[in-house]
């Protein structure tokens, strides 16, 4: 099946702790995207590539960290530096022309 | 600048009534428009889609929305509610940027429906 795979689906991070959130989609799509997604709040943008060994800053990029080495594959880290990184995390993908974003399942990360 | 605004944080009916969920956009280009459905701890899935071709857009489960300019409106309605109709939605609004499409999402609206 085609499609976007997140993991973990729950992940807990340590003070300190740097962690890394997965994220492979097989749909041959260019364009990856990952939003934080808090209660109220809506989805906001933390980082986009529309290339291979290219991404850009959104909205909330402070504390997170990404590579795109290949198409199939958007690793998120959140760093330590993000001092409140309790959130739920959607990655998603599209391609440009169509503009429509597919969207997996998203990760739940928790402070201990 | 493109932003979304959806009126009401949550709506509530019952079951068989009509379902409007309301979506305000701001945006300096005619804009591409969306609305997402999002069930409990999973990602969102597209509902339907505006590209400036008919302004009543018809999309999955019954649900469809109408692109009205002069209001900068984009509401989405069902007839009739049913009850796994229950979810999140979001509305979104994206322009051209560069040559690319980076979408703006509203807060999200709850729908919750009663026997």
């Known amino acids: 099946d085609g499609g976007i795979t997140q993991s973990p689906k729950y992940l807990f991070r340590k003070e300190g702790q740097n962690v890394t959130l997965s994220c492979e989609q097989n749909?041959?799509?260019?364009?990856m995207y990952w939003y934080r997604q808090d209660p109220g709040q809506g989805l906001r943008l933390i980082y986009y590539s529309h290339i291979v060994n290219d991404f850009q800053k959104g909205d909330i990029a402070e504390g997170y960290s990404v590579s795109r080495e290949k198409k199939e594959s958007f690793p998120l880290t959140v760093t330590s530096a993000q001092k409140n990184p309790t959130a739920f995390y959607l990655c998603?993908?599209?391609?440009?022309?169509?503009?429509?974003?597919?969207f997996g399942a998203g990760t739940r990360l928790s402070v201990l | 600048a493109q932003s979304v605004t959806q009126l009401g944080s949550h709506v509530s009916v019952s079951e068989g009534a009509l379902v409007l969920l309301r979506c305000n956009y701001s945006?300096?280009?005619?804009?591409?428009l969306f609305w997402y459905v999002q069930y409990p701890n999973q990602g969102l899935q597209l509902l339907l889609k505006y590209t400036s071709a008919a302004t009543l857009v018809k999309g999955i489960n019954g649900f469809e929305a109408e692109f009205k300019k002069s209001e900068t409106s984009f509401h989405l309605t069902k007839p009739s509610a049913h009850m796994s109709d229950a979810a999140e939605y979001f509305c979104a609004v994206s322009e051209p940027a560069g040559g690319s499409y980076i979408p703006t999402f509203g807060r999200g609206t709850s729908l919750i429906v009663h026997p």
């Open positions: 749909l041959n799509h260019d364009a």
């Open positions: 945006s300096s280009v005619p804009p591409y």
């Open positions: 998603a993908s599209g391609t440009l022309a169509k503009n429509i974003q597919y």
